[in-house]
């Protein structure tokens, strides 16, 4: 009776996934994937479908995870369908946020690799088609206490208002904060005087103490208790918790000394300037966050808005975006030069300083390469587009950057597991 349910529970710990293959040419190269899949630790069932291109597994996650999976699948030498998702998260507020999303992520079925930007607010997700949706990955994030929204689905002015927005309220909580926190302050000075005997005394009436260290614990900082409710119902703590835990500890034991009267020593002071302090950090960070997602929009800024392209023998201005490889360009002496690409006809010198930091323009002529978003300088010429959108070096470069930003050094992973203990 005991081995049934145990073999009941291990066949319910199994998972099962189906995913596309790319490359399989004949029943031999099924065959190779399936019996390759098959020694794969912790697979249970391999079906490699040549027809459909789809293999269904049934795996045990505590033995084996997607991704050795599909590893296996490409060093066997084919290819696996696989997409990229980019997510723009809202309401996190520090590493631990970050790392809760990615687990939340990691968590869904079908999920490959989810990596969160806390600087950018982005989520990074490769996943497989038809085994997960967008929805579904949006829920995981929701369910752990943010909200997420496809890159792209808020507009730029849509971002930057939310941004402002943020720093607001932040901004305005902190100034409320700082404005009480001075009585304390200065109550704390005259306890230290007093204490060595000089004779400057100040100090406030337990109930006015209350009122005011309300006004702060629950209205300046009464979204930690929020962040606090959503990290601890997700299974985890972050920076909201502790937060709450230790000036809600002050708060509370101070507000019982001032409804018994007792005349003991009150911690309002504690709390009042923790929450303070811990705001105006979140101030900084909130503006730190903007200049970071201004910068990378400068970069972007750099490029041509419009292009004058040659179809049929007729020139016209067209926006970047609707540019194609193979394209014939025309660009003016002033002009910047819209997409990469290879001069055809005439000569001029280009100022790329924006790409190598060189001052000096560039000659070029017939033949030579040129670069979307330098400046032409003052001849004209005629050339071929040879890279375009996401291709071009500006667009790499960019793309760089923001991987740049949302990748973690393996010291980072440590400072991560730790933090996440504490």
Known sequence: MAAELQAKQAKNAEKNITFGITGMTCAACANRIEKNLSKVEGVKKVNVNLATEKAAIQYD???ASIES?????KKTGYGVQEEK???DIIGMTC??????????????????????NLAMETANVEYIPGQVSVDQMIAAVKKA?????????????????????????????????????????IQMVSDLVMHYGGGFSFHMNPWIQLILATIVQFFAGGHYYR????????????MAV?????????????LIITVLGTGHELYFEASVIV?????????????????????????????????????????????????????????????KIPVDGVILEGSSSVDESMLTGESMPVSKKQGDQVIGATLNKNGSFTFKATKVGKDTALAQIVKLVEEAQGSKAPIQHLADKISGIF
């Not at 972007?300 to 049929?312: D, E, F, P, S, Y």
Request: with cysteine; charged share 25%; proline share 2%.
């Open 145 to 185: 206490g943010y909200d997420a929204k496809l890159k792209g689905e808020w507009n730029e002015d849509y971002e930057k208002n939310a941004r402002e927005k943020a720093y607001k309220i932040q901004r305005n909580k902190f100034l409320i904060g700082a404005i009480i926190s001075i009585p304390f302050l």
């Open 61 to 63: 996650p505590k033995q």
């Open 275 to 335: 929450i303070t302090l811990i705001i105006l950090g979140k101030l900084l960070e909130t503006r730190a966050k903007g200049q970071t997602s201004d910068a990378i929009k400068k970069l972007m800024g750099l490029q041509a808005k419009t292009a004058h392209v040659i179809r049929n023998g007729q020139e016209a201005d067209i926006p970047i975006e609707e540019v194609v490889e193979g394209d014939i360009l025309f660009v003016r002496a002033g002009e």
């Open 95 to 116: 590493a631990a946020c970050a790392t809760r999303v990615e687990k939340g992520l990691n968590k869904v079925d079908g999920v490959i690799k989810a990596s969160v």
């Open 69 to 73: 999976i599909l590893e296996k699948v």
């Open 85 to 87: 998702a980019k997510f």
């Open 227 to 238: 962040d606090a409710y959503h990290a601890v119902r997700g299974g985890s703590a972050n």
């Open 242 to 254: 502790l937060v709450v835990l230790g000036t809600s500890t002050a708060y509370l034991y101070s």
